[in-house]
């Protein structure tokens, strides 16, 4: 399959609370990792709890794999999105990125480390 969902993000005030919810809700698997809590979900889509400490404070967003971060958000911008976080690399993992979509909609990017 081309471009799969291969993580999500959920943003949140309190780190250790939030964790908790979910953990419990889902019993998802929920480590602390420096300023992220990375989730386990069972499924082998993963995702992480993260308080960025300003706006946005509270959002959901999912990731999908492409192979040019740069090249997908010049093809959303023609179709009518915005971007919203530039390419940015993360040592170790690879480039993100984060776009809305033309109803406003937060959609993240990510090409990995090859």
Known sequence: MP????????GCRDRAK??????????WSIQEQGPASNIDTGSGISGHITALGHEPQHYTIFYVEVA????????AESLGAKTLVPPIT???VGIFAWFSDPEGNTIGL????S
């Open 110 to 113: 990510l090409q990995k480390k």
């Open 90 to 92: 993360i040592p170790g």
């Open 3 to 10: 471009n799969p969902v291969v993580h999500f993000e959920i």
């Open 18 to 27: 939030t964790a908790a919810f979910y953990s419990a809700l889902f019993d």
């Open 68 to 75: 040019d971060v740069k090249a997908h958000l010049g093809k």
